[in-house]
């Protein structure tokens, strides 16, 4: 009988934290400015220079820690890892691996069967992010981009818990929805400010030690995590049964041809002589400072959950939908604050927004529309300004481009026409048009009305209310 | 001397440092670096049973700043110190990844 194996998995999840300024010093980390404008003597490395913690950095690593079961440790501080590598200015990353701020946490995924299960949290660490290189075709040379080099990371590490690339996506969603709702950063795995390394080894089903492991990078999407444990578990099942020895080593994912390779070796083994950073002084976690963080932690998913079924009568499917987003539930909330129609706004979000979002490719945080202008637009169908397929065409455009609903209605002139002597003028057009469709109504077929009904909204250029075309219709028949 | 530093030893810690020493070098690091293991040996006489590893020596702690930008563009005088630049990078020897 053949073997069987099982997959072992542990993540190390780096999220880079929604900070207005650095790590370390107060230069800006905001997006896209030009090469080396966001630089200080701390973050590019200059002797002499001396780092100092942003306080926000530290907090939000105590909330995820809070919010992911872990203790917080009370005594914590820095090292220094050291390697060289021109990204990295001062030849070490400033990072803990004595002290990490939060240890022993665990977050719960479901699994497929509907259970639930527990994956560990060894410990969640600080540190710093390094710079961009950019390879010079031209020269024959690299150059170097600082501007990221001091951007606040945390690394999540988790126990070895996982079985499956399933629980891992489960891992990872469930992560990423609570540091969303803490606000701690917006976990986007495209543009890397949440980055998953994906150490995986094999094992006989039974077997007590786990097998040898190997660490695999460049993982962008969830689509390229599961393609690359599927990979990876294939390739070390193969060595195994060929009898061959799996070599511990860090690999390369390569999503559009689907197979790793081993990175090079950088001719030095992994020796990061790490040791306390002189530069920074311990941190001490007081009673006061953890109550604040935890008084000021946000209503997570399931505490929201509970209370939309309680306040509003909406669908619990609708309410899993929308809470399953941070981003989702502030559209829900704030419009809802506006308006007070929970059904109606709940339906524009499950309804045309996850339509669009599904036919436009747009992901949930690159939503445009305002809430203001979602309020409005309901305000307009409520009061029978606009029919529903006209506020389905304006919601497009809004959804494109967040435009003012009431003036885009009144600029191209969609309003209903409520003016029941115009109205009444075109339904006998309509009649006088199409005896063949009065004569069928006479002889009973009800469905002329319907086409009765089509021909006035067309000559009306959508712009009437079917309701009060039908009455007109049927009296002048 | 107490601490015979091997030659494996020497050529590793070079690799690390990102040294290359010529054979004479490598003799006389083998030797200081000996030395100075012998003197540290010293530290190991003592006993620390119930002490704590201490982590800074001064005693401050808490030391932050608030989130608030404070550093504006200052690229031309960073940059004044590379050796070589180009489009407001520093320029480096071919590096992959
Ligand atoms: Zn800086």
């Known amino acids: 009988m053949a073997k069987e194996y099982e997959t072992v998995i542990g993540l190390e999840v780096h999220v880079e934290l929604a900070t207005k300024t650095k790590i370390f010093c107060g230069c800006s980390t905001a997006f896209g400015a030009g090469p080396n ?27 995820v820690g809070l919010a992911t079961n872990c203790d917080i ?8 890892k050291n390697y060289f590598y021109p990204d990295n200015p001062q030849n070490y990353q400033i990072s803990q691996l004595y002290l990490p701020i939060c240890r022993n946490g665990s977050v719960e995924i479901e699994t497929k069967d509907g259970g639930v299960k527990s994956v560990g949290i060894h410990e969640i660490h600080m540190e710093e992010d390094a710079g961009k290189l950019i390879h010079d075709e031209w020269e024959d040379c690299s150059l170097v981009d600082y501007n990221r080099s001091g951007v606040p990371l945390i690394e999540i590490v988790s126990e070895p818990d996982m079985r499956s690339a399933e629980e891992v996506i489960a891992y990872l969603e469930k992560l990423r929805l609570i540091i ?3 606000g701690a950063s917006d976990c986007k795995l495209q543009e890397g400010s949440m980055r998953a390394d994906v150490n995986l080894s094999v094992r006989e089903v039974g077997a007590r030690e786990f097998g040898t492991r190997t660490e695999m990078k460049n993982l962008n999407s969830f689509k390229a995590i599961s393609r690359a444990i599927a990979g990876e578990t294939e390739r070390q099942t193969d060595l195994i049964e060929s009898g061959e020895k799996v070599i511990q080593e860090t690999r390369r994912w390569d999503d559009t041809r689907g197979e790793s390779y081993a990175m090079r070796s950088k001719e030095d083994a992994q020796d990061y002589r790490y040791f306390p950073d002189p530069d920074l002084v311990p941190i001490v976690v007081s009673d006061e400072m953890l109550a604040d963080i935890r008084s000021r ?14 306040e509003y009568d909406i669908p619990d499917y609708d309410i899993e939908i929308i809470t399953g987003s ?10 809802m604050a506006i308006c007070r129609q929970p059904k109606k706004v709940s339906n524009w979000l499950m309804g045309e927004t996850l339509r669009l979002m599904k036919e436009k490719e747009v992901e949930v945080e690159d939503l445009r529309f305002s809430p203001e202008n979602l309020a409005k637009l309901i305000a307009l169908t409520d009061s029978r300004a606009i029919n529903s397929s006209v506020a389905k065409e304006v919601f497009e455009v809004m959804f494109d481009t967040n435009v003012d609903p009431e003036q885009y ?22 009649i006088a048009a199409n005896p063949q469709s009065v004569e069928d109504y006479h002889n009973g077929k009800e469905k002329a009305v319907g086409f009765l009904v089509g021909q006035t909204m067309k000559a009306m250029k959508g712009k009437a209310d079917p309701a009060m075309v039908n009455r007109l219709l049927k009296e002048l028949l | 001397m107490a601490n015979i530093i091997s030659d494996e030893t020497i050529e590793y810690v070079g690799i690390l440092a990102k040294l290359e020493l010529s054979d004479e070098e490598k003799e006389q690091a083998k030797s200081d670096m000996g030395r100075m293991l012998d003197y540290i040996d010293k530290l190991g ?53």
């Not at chain 2, 404070?70 to 940059?79: A, F, H, Q």
Request: proline share 6%.
């Open chain 1, 180 to 182: 969303q709702y803490l």
């Open chain 1, 73 to 80: 440790t009370r005594y914590a501080k820095f090292d220094r």
């Open chain 1, 326 to 335: 941070k981003r989702m539930a502030d559209l829900f909330e704030e419009t």
């Open chain 1, 37 to 63: 404008t966001q630089t200080c003597p701390v973050c590019t490395g200059m002797p002499g220079s001396l780092p100092v913690l942003n306080k926000q950095v530290l907090e939000y690593a105590i909330a």
């Open chain 2, 45 to 97: 006489e003592l006993d620390t049973t119930g002490v704590e590893p201490m982590s800074h020596v001064f005693p401050v702690q808490n030391v932050f700043r608030e989130d608030v930008v404070t550093n504006g563009d200052m690229r031309e005088r960073l940059l004044s110190n590379a050796p070589e630049q180009k489009d407001g990078m520093f320029m480096v020897p071919k590096t992959f990844d």
């Open chain 1, 297 to 310: 932690q946000p209503e997570f998913r399931s505490e929201k959950m509970k209370r939309y079924k309680e």
């Open chain 1, 409 to 430: 209605v009144e600029e191209k002139g969609l309003k209903t026409v409520n003016d029941e002597g115009a109205l009444k003028k075109t339904v006998e057009e309509v």
